[in-house]
């Protein structure tokens, strides 16, 4: 491998006043480095090297049906030295057991494992125009219901893996996208150009670019969006006194809902989705103002109406008599001390959906398909979820002798992905649309539905199931 990168930089101009040292010694492996320089053609490009994008990446590594595939996975950041901040990121996903399944089988979590998380075993959600919550747990809280890691964190262990184990997958950095040509009948193949003049090609083009994904724009086909008239808050919030620290806790406030999830004994993450006026307001606040205001927020009786009041405490006496428990016991939420420094940001809400998730040698994954309100915690496993079944469906297809743009592996990935996330992004919104409101006829609805959920065992088992797959 040495005398090969002699040879190179030997003969290629770009190279000159780099020494062979600098190439034998680089972090990056002297083959990764120039086989992007020295390569355009691939069998799969991955457009996005974010969270959901490298961990295709590594899936396509890790599958053996699939080690003869050349892929590139196209950044359009610089690459980074990362180690572990004292400080907690600001952006967190609460990652489902399903995808925590995924990414022990492409050997992403060790990193995770030995960096930071934190499990959640129960989970509350109460509205605070009513008493009614329910609470998802396993029976003696005996297994994780999600686990909450940073983004960054997440991000590392899937390049730290790739790094460590692929020869497979070469990586460009600073790799912004222009345009895309995808193929057609006079076209064998799909073009991607870079805003530096670079080109490559491929049989599959992956977009994991994002809601606003240029791979999706060149599909040319209908793509349905939503702005939603609400920001997201984050921060990180140190609790008042060390707890336990493993329940996830959302209350639906009328202008929408706020969580608490759970980082350490003495930290919590916090996501507030409000009204962007609202958003405004609470991020200019000193940051002793913005803890009262979250403390207010999950602490803070709102009126009850006697309509509702009625309602629930009837259905209550029924379900008893039934020998069903609404569990109406409220866990209190932990009281708030202080806010991280610098940890405030605000960023805006929407839903987005791709009638089509592929077309000829083209399929999206991700953001670039569907996005959704964060107030369920699942627009990130949606997009691991989207990487595991193609993963297996490209794998398939390479063990029947089939290329990664076989139109029938694409067309069977579409199916069985938006069966699982249309359902799931319409329960989202709709759920959003239905604690909108503080009309007493609808939080009467919302609450019978939510002590009928809570006293019936399968039905929230199926929720669960559901959400950890």
Known sequence: MAAVCVKLIKTNPKFIGFSKDFFITNSISCHRFFSAQASSSYDIIIAGGGMVGTSLACALTKNPKLEDKSVLLLEGGSQKKWSLPEKYGNRVSALS???????????????????RWNAVRKMQVWDAHSDSLITFNYDNLSDDVAYIVENDVILHALTKELEETSSQVDVVHNARIKSCKLKNDAVSKNRVELEDGTMYECALLVGADGFGSKVRSAMDKQYFSIQYDQMGIVATLKLSEPTENIVAWQRFLPTGPVALLPLSKELSSLVWSTTKDEARRLLALSDEEFVNA?????WKTYPTNNFVKTVTENLNSLLESLNLTSNRIRQLP?????????????????????TKYVAPGVALIGDAAHRVHPLAGQGVNLGFGDVAVLTELLAKAAYEGRAP???????????????????????????????????????????VGLQLTNAVPPLKKAIMAHAAS
Request: aromatic share 10%.
């Open 334 to 354: 932990p009281s708030l001390m202080s806010v991280e420094s610098g940890s405030r940001a605000g960023f805006p809400l929407g839903l987005g959906h791709a």
């Open 405 to 447: 743009d076989n139109w029938e592996s694409l067309a069977e990935y579409e199916t069985l992905r938006q069966r699982h996330n249309v359902p799931t992004m319409l329960a989202i919104h709709g759920l959003l649309k239905l604690y909108s409101t503080s009309l007493p006829p609808i939080v009467a609805l919302r609450s």
């Open 294 to 298: 979250v403390n207010d927020a999950f």
């Open 97 to 115: 057991p399903g995808t925590k399944k995924f990414f022990c089988e492409i050997n992403a979590w060790r990193h995770i494992e030995s960096s």
